[in-house]
């Protein structure tokens, strides 16, 4: 039977898993997919010393893996916008299908390539682009078809997700976690886009589009990062029985739709809140089928490879090669809702106030929160660190709009006895 070839681009992180997962379960792939896979030609600016490539045309220049009339399906790996989209524009345009993992690629060029891929009659398959091995693309545009889903809430950065965890169970600092986040290669190459968020307002772009059938809205998501978070805040979490969790959310209500990645405090007891270190996963909520939950490794090598090989398989496996999904899960377009601006969502609140040691400090606070008729849930006040003049006063709120609470806390901040920015991060029950 003659095989199906595969040409390669990019031979980082990703791109040495795919072709190790490819040679390792050569068997299995073969079996389960009804036909040879051979990787025929890898593009890769410099060698991998991980990767085993002997009797495989390597070349510096990925546009001649592109232009390969030897390959049949193109795999980007390469990372980075510009040069990934024009690879695969022309792999496309060239009638071969697309396998890639680039987040960033589909979040804000997707429509494009999509597009470009049906007048072609081929596919762009991206599974492993959002949570790595977990196949929660699958997942949404397949196994729960049937729902309507209500809301996702997932932990979809892994180095996020191990900064906070070392935070809070090595009560080690963020710049040390970081730098060992770097060091272990999990952190993208501009390690602003885990901690500030980009990276999971990428992947939530794609998961959100799936899940309602609305276009790729990258520029919609209100996205906060994690830099601005103390060991403090950590601490003071876990003893109001929380823990935080840097979420990306999506949620669909009559008003619209929430598209939100940012801090969260979320009670100790629920699932998420126990993702540690850099794993991942994705809270998905069907009318259907009710609460479900996707867990596993969100990034690594062969991890990631099991979601690229397995978009490959899929495309090698059907006949014709067209597995009838559309490339949004939506043959026509969703429900016409809006994204809604952030100010018009509700939240509870985590406030952190440092505050003059004086008397009648608390009562102002309080009369503050009640002239924005904001209910507050829970309150404690610290004593003052030897020779600090200052306490630090915490307090929980009820349900409230963002506008409302944005208000309270620049009132609450023009107080002559509270001292610097307040901190606020917002509370998620996810009790579905
Ligand atoms: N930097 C990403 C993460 C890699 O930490 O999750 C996987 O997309």
Not at 22 to 38: C, F, T, V, W, Y
Request: aromatic share 4%; hydrophobic share 45%; glycine share 10%.
């Amino acid at each position: 039977m003659k095989p199906i070839n595969i040409g390669i681009c990019g031979l980082g992180t990703v791109g040495s898993g795919t072709v190790a997962l490819l040679q390792k379960n050569r068997e299995e792939i073969q079996k389960r997919s009804g036909h040879p896979i051979a990787i025929t030609h890898i593009g890769a600016r410099r060698d991998n010393p991980d990767c085993d490539v002997s009797g495989i045309r390597v070349s510096r220049d990925i546009f001649e893996v592109v232009r390969d009339p030897n390959v049949d399906i193109l795999v980007e790996l390469l990372g980075g916008i510009d040069t990934a989209k024009d690879v695969v524009l022309e792999a496309i345009s060239l009638g071969k299908h697309v396998v890639t993992a680039n987040k960033a690629l589909i979040a804000i060029h997707g429509q494009e390539l999509f597009d470009a891929a049906e007048a072609k009659g081929v596919r762009v398959v991206y599974e492993g682009s959002v949570a790595g091995g977990i196949p929660i693309i699958k997942v949404l545009r397949e196994g729960l078809a049937a729902n309507r889903i209500l809301w996702l809430a997932g932990i979809i950065n892994g180095t996020g997700n191990y900064i906070l965890t070392e935070m809070r169970q090595g009560g080690r600092t963020f710049a040390d976690v970081l730098a060992e986040a770097q060091a272990l290669g999990y952190a993208e190459a501009d390690p602003a886009f885990d901690v500030e968020g980009t990276d999971a307002a990428h992947k939530l772009t794609i998961l959100a589009s799936i899940a309602f059938g609305i276009p790729l809205q990258f520029d919609k998501i209100y996205t906060e990062g994690i830099s601005h978070i103390t060991q403090a805040d950590v601490s003071f979490a876990e003893e109001l029985g929380y823990r935080i969790k840097h979420l990306a959310i999506a949620r669909r209500s009559e008003e619209g739709i929430e598209l939100r990645v940012h801090p969260t405090l979320v009670p100790k007891k629920r699932l998420l809140a126990n993702v540690n270190g850099v794993l991942n996963a994705v809270l998905v909520e069907g009318d259907a089928v009710g609460p479900t939950l996707y867990y596993g490794p969100g990034a690594g090598s062969l991890a990631t490879a099991s979601a690229v090989v397995a978009d490959i398989m899929d495309l090698v496996r059907a006949d014709n090669r067209h597995s009838g999904v559309p490339h949004l899960g939506y043959a026509d377009s969703g429900y016409g809702l809006d994204i809604m601006p952030i100010e018009a969502v509700s939240t509870s609140n985590y406030l952190r106030i440092t505050a003059l040691d004086k008397v009648g400090v608390m009562a102002q606070v309080a009369l503050v929160m009640s002239r924005h008729k904001i209910n507050i849930e829970a309150i404690i006040q610290k004593e003052p660190a030897d020779g600090e003049e200052c306490v630090p006063l915490i307090l929980l709120t009820h349900q409230i709009r963002e506008a409302e609470i944005n208000n309270a806390i620049a009132e609450l901040e023009a107080m002559p006895e509270v001292v610097g920015s307040i901190t606020r991060i917002r509370m998620e029950q996810l009790d579905g």
